[in-house]
């Protein structure tokens, strides 16, 4: 059964930081891209940054020089670093674990977590 459960989100001031986390079970974490997303009310879910196994990046323009992905293959766990938060960085932050095997997609998420920007 894969799992990936996240934590580390909160309500923090406008300017601050707060790093999430995600740890990963049930599957070859090294064999999957994991990213980030998030979903403001009344918007749909977006990419934020994600992260190949070889430790590529990627980002949303509305993070770049803010967030920061990584991820550590050895503890199962991806990690998104934010600073300089904004009140347009509220959202639910769900975590994302996808691969590719031929034309077959395994795609799985985790339940979300609430980062609230808000003095």
């Known amino acids: 059964q894969v799992q990936l459960v996240e934590s580390g989100g909160g309500l923090v001031q406008p300017g601050g930081s707060l790093r999430l986390s995600c740890a990963a079970s049930g599957i070859i974490f090294s064999w999957y891209v994991m990213g980030w997303y998030r979903q403001a009310p009344g918007k749909q879910r977006e990419l934020v940054a994600t992260?190949?196994?070889?430790?590529?990046?990627k980002y949303a323009d509305s993070v770049k020089a803010r967030f920061t992905i990584s991820r550590d293959n050895a503890k199962n766990t991806v990690y998104l670093q934010m600073n300089s938060l904004k009140p347009e960085d509220t959202a639910v932050y769900y975590c994302?674990?996808?691969?590719?095997?031929?034309?077959?997609?395994?795609?799985?998420w985790g339940q979300g977590t609430q980062v609230t920007v808000s003095s």
């Open positions: 992260v190949t196994s070889e430790g590529t990046t």
């Open positions: 994302n674990a996808w691969r590719m095997v031929l034309t077959n997609k395994y795609d799985y």
